[in-house]
């Protein structure tokens, strides 16, 4: 037997590798032909494969917040698309959080693998579409208190049939939406990324004939199942609590607890959220999909990286969250914050509750949000409604051994921020300022890495902007006696006027970071300061070296440099 | 009289060279070992065995690139508008690699300290938001002078590649008060949108300046005392050449100076045997470099990223390298999963099989003990190789998987086989070319060991291996051109072209690639070609549409037009006829064709080849008896039949059973599936 033990290693190492090839190829496609800037600039997107059950068997590395609710999708949908009605050139489309999805701007999009005459894979691409309809442009509408304000549902439904678009559910989607030219051309692209991918994979299984090519699948997700328990094994077994807290919900301003407890055993994890706050009437609440990633995505980030993606990781860990809370929201609840600021305050808090176990892999909190600037408006020059949603980056916790990284995308993301000469030539903005801010790093051994800002002029044209953030009171916890990052901010200046605002001094919304359909007029300017990262560790314990080079470089000041670190003035 | 053209491809272990006499029509090669201390000690050891003059040598260099990959270059001053200076520091946000919380985000080239702002803007529109104020870069060069200790500037301004005004302003400014520090400006270096792209080049081209400049002072200067070499040129990442002067002055074109020569003589070998497409597959010890031929012209690319977060976006031919070649390292996993890579063992230890205190078993280890490399005959004999050793490293991973030696050395080659299909697919599938419209060209010192295993699993019909392939980039070096490729982001749409615009910067790019050529020296053979880059408005990615006409006027844009949705629909499956096309990037190549060598060929075969000895090799199917050949005694029109092994003293070429070889009359050992 060892025999054939031996080569199903080396075969399941070939296949894992050529479905890797086949989504990012997928991925490629999607990059070079989609519209909105969340996707092409941003990578806002995931390619992966997955079983005719739904089981994911691959997936690249584009972004990771998708990746542990993809299961759900699918078997919701083939609840309401069964197997043996789907052909091959079928294409299916789905967003409806309540059909197991992650929040409405996050369009999956599914190709059934034929070989042989048998379903036997799906090609999947979820991809964020910047404009969905609803209450504002860009998605976010960060007031919305039901699901049916923040956009189109759309249910799992076949957007092409035997490889011929259906019509009525293009018109349907489009005439939901601001930017019909915009999402024709994205959904195009989610289209044509599965087509590829799922001709590449027909390739490849036919190759190896579908049995034997299922039952090396089946192999690969026993064998990161198998990674997934040795690591977990390394862990000390116990019970480990953590909490943190959204700032509010945009609608009231109340704090929101995330509560867990992490209990390990031998070779599982339980990761219960228990204690969680109930659902809110604002857009953070959390779907399950969502909860079930943002658990799995904090567990892949303290265990070996080199475990391959794939359903097999995820079944020694249980995720408990009770209906009805924040983390587990009921219909019909708003929750298109959720995907975006809950995920990274629930993995955050997580990795908080892990890191007694795994003082070398754990991290201090990181800024935990991507900001979600959205607006839209008239373009003059091309007579047609613009909609942007516009992501920022944020400083990134300490590890033991190094420095948070400055400006770097939330754990749920890794998306690329869009130059300002990109932004500038779409956008009726003019960029005054991109910058580092100085001692935004929380304190430590290692230090916290650094939060950004951004200052933007209105140039021409009326814009109507919403924002969906947090962290502007809670702060990015440190760790082992760390200090906390500092708070993010969202400030307005009327043209004319000398003094900066938040936008509830100035619109009197509810929150400072969570708010809808604000006009920005020419000669108005915004400034978008985003959190820096928790620090690892006494201050005290600081390498003088590394401080004296922070103040050379201009990352503290030298003011934060004697407080925190007591470097002495003139201590150059 | 001077005649020789001479071909000098400095690597990390070995500097290769090539001589073409044109009179003999001879083409010699030889190497010796690299002296990175000081490259160029190497180069005159080498060019001792010349006793002919030469009239034009080719030097492929990595200098540029290990002082970036080193961080050994100058300390660089970034100047920059106001507000804007921590744009080379934030990057694009984006991480290596998700779930990795050890991975460290890489700092730019330069300190935050040595940057500076100035108060100037340009609109997207072109229009001057706030004008540069003089007054204000004088002090700017006082304090960078007051400050001491920077070698070299950068100047990066917000929408350069729109006006350049700003920046030639600052220029002019700065070298007059500073007239000992050699300046950058990014209109110059990468005249294309987005800021922090175009700041990664430029801080790149300026700090790296001084040091080449060096080293091309040097290497004049000790050619010069050696005597008898008229031109010296130095390879360009697009693959022509250009003068040690144009070098000094735009270093950051030697990026990726040597690899590039294989592709320069892939293009030649496509034209030997009237093949349109190639892909080339060049195996060394630690890397394997991938990157093709469509239609007679090698792939370019502005996406290039010397190591994750530095960008260095000028046009270049677009090769890709994977970390994996014979020196990769064969391992179990904690899963109990064979894996190869990417750790290599290098040269030193090196494989097992090399007996320099290497254990751990490697690809060659592999190839060793499958009978594919001689242990009496590697490196034409020079290096006995230890095969207990490779068996010795190769049985301690061979167990925990349960299977045989040589089972194992298989599973290895499979894995191996798989990994460069991935790399071969990912030159070809990005590009949407099917493997099946493509010849494979194998070389490097183990590209021929696995060309026949590739091309079943790549679907690619043919394999090559061209003659050299031990030397193949310094032999590519003796048939190169001289060429500048300049690009311009200046952006537009179909719904509103400006035909006058569009012929006034297609016409300066035109004129610049030309005077560039002409200020080199390079007069003869001139010829230019001019393409756009174009997409549907909303997306962010271009395609490449040629530009077969010197004028845009109504007529000749709409060709365009068409020729994109065509192309659109033949890339991506799909075209949307109705919608807007952007216009992003106006591009001119201009070259100047050097001389053609006229490349030997060989006698007819007289019968059929006659093997030098058998030996046992191991294939997937089992171990048979294979006929081993001495390249060098195959003659125009052999004919070979697998199982056999074709030796050469830089590599060996496997047949697979199933497989035919022939050789043409250049020497190509051309492979097919029976």
């Known amino acids: 037997m060892g025999t054939s033990k031996a080569t199903d290693f080396v075969t399941m190492n070939i296949i894992e590798s050529s479905m890797i090839s086949a989504c990012r190829e997928m991925g490629i496609t999607l990059m070079k032909t989609s519209y909105s800037t969340i996707f092409n600039e941003a990578l806002d997107f995931t390619c992966a494969i997955a079983s005719a059950e739904g089981e994911m068997w691959a997936v690249a590395e584009f972004c990771p917040a998708q990746i542990g609710g993809m299961p759900l999708i699918i ?71 039901e699901i049916f304000h923040e956009g189109i549902r759309v249910p799992p439904v076949k957007i092409k049939k035997r490889g011929e678009d259906v019509e009525e559910v293009w018109k349907l989607w489009l005439a939901n939406v601001r930017t019909p030219r915009y999402n024709y051309g994205d959904m195009r692209a989610l289209i044509s990324g599965v087509e590829v991918g799922a001709e590449r994979l027909a390739q490849t299984i036919s190759k190896y004939g579908v049995d034997h090519f299922r039952k090396i699948c089946a192999d690969l997700m026993d064998y990161s199942e198998a990674r997934m328990r040795a690591e977990i094994r390394d862990l000390p077994d116990g019970a480990y609590p953590f909490h943190d807290f959204m700032d509010n919900d945009g609608v009231t301003d109340q704090e929101i607890r995330i509560n867990v407890e992490c209990f390990i055993q031998d070779d599982e994890i339980v990761v219960d959220f228990e204690g969680s706050s109930p659902q809110v009437g604002g857009p953070i609440n959390a779907t399950l999909g969502v909860t079930w990633s943002a658990a799995y995505n904090a567990i892949l980030h303290l265990t070996d990286p ?167 009171v809670h702060q990015a916890w440190g760790l082992n006696g760390g200090g906390s990052g500092t708070s993010g901010m969202t400030l307005y200046m009327a043209a004319g006027s000398s003094e900066w605002q938040n936008m509830m001094q100035a619109f009197g919304k509810s929150s400072t970071s969570k708010w809808s359909n604000v006009v920005i007029k020419p000669g108005d300017r915004v400034e978008i300061v985003t959190p820096g990262g928790g620090g690892y560790g006494s201050p005290a314990e600081r390498d003088p070296e590394l401080v004296q080079e922070d103040l050379a470089e201009g990352y503290v000041t030298a003011e934060r440099a004697k407080a925190d670190y007591g470097l002495g003035a003139g201590g150059d | 009289m001077s005649r020789l053209t001479v071909g000098i491809d400095v690597g990390g272990t070995f500097t290769d060279f090539v001589a073409y006499d044109p009179e003999g029509k001879e083409v010699t090669v030889w190497k010796n070992l690299s002296t990175p201390a000081n490259p160029t000690d190497g180069v005159l050891q080498g060019l001792k065995q010349l006793t002919d003059s030469i009239r034009n040598l080719r030097l492929g260099t990595t200098v540029a690139t290990n002082a970036i990959l080193e961080r050994r270059g100058a300390r660089v001053g970034y100047v920059t508008t106001k507000g804007f200076r921590d744009v080379p520091f934030i990057q694009r946000g984006n991480r290596k690699h998700h779930y990795d919380a050890s991975w460290v985000k890489p700092k730019p080239l330069m300190k935050r300290r040595d940057c500076f702002e100035l108060d100037e803007r340009m609109l997207a529109s072109g229009a001057v938001h706030k004008a540069v104020d003089p007054a204000e870069v004088e002090a700017m060069a006082e304090e960078i002078a007051a400050r001491g200790g920077i070698e070299a500037i950068a100047v990066n301004l917000l929408f350069s590649y729109v006006t350049p005004d700003h920046e030639i302003a600052v220029r002019d400014i700065l070298a007059k008060a500073l007239p000992d520090v050699p300046i950058s400006i990014s209109y110059e270096v990468l005249p294309k949108w987005k800021e922090y792209e175009r700041a990664s080049t430029t801080i790149a081209d300026a700090f790296v300046k001084p040091i080449v400049s060096r080293y091309l002072t040097d290497l004049g200067t000790r050619l010069k005392e050696r005597g008898g070499v008229e031109n010296v040129a130095i390879i360009k990442s697009n693959g022509g050449e250009m003068t040690t002067d144009a070098a000094a002055a735009s270093p950051i074109h030697m990026t990726v100076s040597g690899p590039t020569g294989g592709v320069v003589a892939a293009r030649h070998i496509a034209a030997q045997l009237d093949v349109g497409n190639l892909v080339t597959f060049d195996m060394g010890g630690t890397s394997t470099d991938c990157s093709t031929v469509v239609d007679g012209q090698e792939s370019f690319t502005t996406n290039f990223e010397i190591e994750f977060g530095v960008p260095i976006q000028v046009p270049m031919i677009d090769i890709r390298t994977i970390g994996a070649g014979g020196g990769s390292i064969a391992w179990i996993d904690k899963g109990g999963m064979l894996r190869v890579g990417p750790q290599s063992a290098g040269a030193n230890p090196g494989p097992a099989c090399y007996g320099f205190g290497g254990t751990q078993p490697t690809v060659t280890d592999a190839n060793v003990i499958l009978g594919r490399i001689s242990p009496e005959n590697f490196l034409g004999g020079t290096m006995a190789l230890d095969m207990a050793k490779a068996r010795a490293a190769m049985q301690a991973i061979a167990e925990p998987l349960g299977l045989g030696v040589e089972e194992t050395a298989l599973a290895v080659l499979r894995i191996v086989t798989n990994n460069m299909t991935g790399a071969l697919r990912s030159v070809l599938t990005e590009r949407g070319q099917d493997p099946r419209d493509f010849a494979l060209l194998a070389f490097g010192g183990a590209g021929p060991l696995h060309v026949a295993d590739l091309m079943g699993e790549a679907s690619i019909p043919t394999g090559v291996v061209p003659n050299h392939p031990g030397q193949f980039s310094a032999f590519g070096f003796i048939m190169t051109d001289a060429r500048v490729d300049l690009e311009r982001t200046v952006q537009m749409t179909s719904s509103r072209f400006d035909l006058d615009r569009a012929n006034e910067v297609m016409g300066q790019l035109v004129s610049d690639a030309l005077g560039n050529l002409k200020a080199q020296g390079y007069e003869q053979g001139l010829s230019v070609s001019r393409t756009l880059e174009l997409r549907y408005l909303g997306q962010n990615y271009e395609l490449e549409v040629p530009v077969e006409f010197e004028t845009f006027d109504a007529e000749t844009v709409q060709r365009a037009w068409a020729t994109f949705h065509d192309l659109h629909k033949a890339r991506f499956g799909f075209n949307i006829p109705r919608e807007v096309i952007e216009v992003i990037t106006f591009k001119v190549t201009a070259i100047s064709v050097r001389e053609t060598p006229h490349l030997p060929t060989l006698p007819k075969a007289s019968g059929a080849p006659e093997p030098t000895a058998h030996r046992q090799v191991h294939y997937d199917d089992g171990a048979l008896q294979a006929a081993v050949y001495d390249r060098a005694s195959l003659g125009d029109g052999a004919v070979i039949e697998g199982p056999a092994l074709v030796e050469e003293p830089a590599s060996v070429t496997v047949l697979r059973p199933d497989q035919t070889l022939t050789v043409d009359s250049h020497g190509n050992l051309i492979i097919r599936n029976r």
């Open chain 1, 75 to 145: 078997s919701s949908s083939l609840k309401e698309i069964p197997l043996e009605t789907i052909n091959p050139g079928d294409v299916i489309v789905h967003n409806d959080p309540y059909r197991g999805g992650l929040h409405t701007p996050e369009h999956t999009l599914f190709c059934p693998v034929f070989v042989d005459d048998q379903l036997v894979a799906f090609t999947v691409a979820i991809g964020h579409v910047a404009e969905v309809g609803g209450m504002v442009p860009g998605g976010f509408a960060s007031e919305a208190t």
């Open chain 1, 306 to 472: 080199s475990i391959p993606k794939n359903s097999g990781c995820f079944r020694p860990i249980h995720v408990l969250a009770p209906a009805g809370t924040v983390v587990n929201v009921d219909f019909p609840a708003p929750e298109v914050g959720g995907n975006t600021e809950t995920h990274p305050r629930i993995a955050g808090a997580v990795i908080g509750a892990l890191a007694p176990a795994s003082p070398e892999r754990a991290f201090a909190s990181e800024g935990g949000t991507h900001l979600n600037f959205v607006f839209g408006g008239q373009d003059k020059a091309n007579d047609e409604y613009f909609a942007c949603y516009d992501i920022e980056v944020v400083g990134w916790g300490a590890t033991r051994h190094a420095d948070g990284n400055d400006a770097t995308d939330s754990i749920n993301g890794n998306c690329r921020v869009t130059p300002v000469e990109v932004f500038e030539t779409r956008y009726p903005w003019l960029t005054e300022e991109v910058s580092l801010i100085p001692d935004s790093g929380g304190a430590g051994a290692t230090r916290g890495g650094l939060g950004t800002r951004r200052i933007w002029t209105c140039l021409d044209a009326e814009i109507t902007c919403s924002q969906l953030t947090d962290r502007h």
